[in-house]
T-cell receptor, first 113, second 116 residues
Framework: ETGVTQSPTHLIKTRGQQVTLRCSSQ?????VSWYQQALGQGPQFIFQ???????GRGNFPPRFSGLQFPNYSSELNVNALELDDSALYLC????????????FGSGTRLTVV | AQSVTQLGSHVSVSEGALVLLRCNYS??????LFWYVQYPNQGLQLLLK??????LVKGINGFEAEFKKSETSFHLTKPSAHMSDAAEYFC??????????????FGQGTTLQVKP
């Protein structure tokens, strides 16, 4: 059973640029959620994807968007990067309808300069 | 709506001493409760979870937690701390029977320091 893998592990971008982060879900999981963890804070829910559609969103602006692919992998896209977007971005996969079986990846550390 | 409060952003114990990390939650519906551990520069690892049934939950690495509905608490304990337990610990809540949005609400985290 493979776990959740995220790429890249680290990334440095300039303010105003766009970034794409990738996540491969755990085998058998069909749902992917994304979280933002600022330094010294707990993770905050960005959104979830199921059946290639967004089906839940936290308090994040539209410049945060995502995709889910037929193999259940997912991308998180952030446009017009701001300095405050610097954070650890975590992906979690689960099986839809099972409300407690989340597996997290190791995250992507994004630094915006 | 759900929320989580972790009492104490930093906890320091001696090796071999009892570990107690406090978590209180707010939820208008029966909750699912979780404890995760995060080592430096890593993602979240599930320690244990409460869904239904027995209120004392045992997890990995000797940790356990007790769901106390009357106190809206889910404190994490370990009888004897080990140096390798030093990490950041997060309590999280999710509502039963919600719209399956996968939204976990996390506390701010507690940093556990273990002194030799």
């Amino acid at each position: 059973e493979t776990g959740v893998t995220q790429s890249p592990t680290h990334l440095i971008k300039t303010r105003g640029q766009q970034v794409t982060l990738r996540c491969s879900s755990q085998s058998g999981h069909n749902t992917v959620s994304w979280y933002q963890q600022a330094l010294g804070q707990g993770p905050q829910f960005i959104f979830q994807y199921y059946r290639e559609e967004e089906n839940g969103r936290g308090n994040f602006p539209p410049r945060f968007s995502g995709l889910q692919f037929p193999n259940y992998s997912s991308e998180l896209n952030v446009n017009a990067l701001e300095l405050d977007d610097s954070a650890l971005y975590l992906c979690a996969s689960s099986l839809y309808g099972v409300d407690y079986g989340y597996t997290f990846g190791s995250g992507t550390r994004l630094t915006v300069v | 709506a759900q929320s989580v409060t972790q009492l104490g952003s930093h906890v320091s114990v001696s090796e071999g001493a009892l570990v107690l990390l406090r978590c209180n939650y707010s939820s208008s519906v029966p909750p699912y409760l979780f404890w995760y551990v995060q080592y430096p520069n890593q993602g979240l690892q599930l320690l244990l979870k409460y869904t239904t049934g027995a209120t004392l939950v045992k997890g990995i690495n000797g940790f356990e937690a007790e769901f106390k509905k009357s106190e809206t608490s889910f404190h994490l304990t370990k009888p004897s701390a080990h140096m390798s337990d030093a990490a950041e610990y997060f309590c999280a809540v999710r509502a039963h029977g919600s719209s399956n949005t996968g939204k976990l609400i996390f506390g701010q985290g507690t940093t556990l320091q273990v002194k030799p």
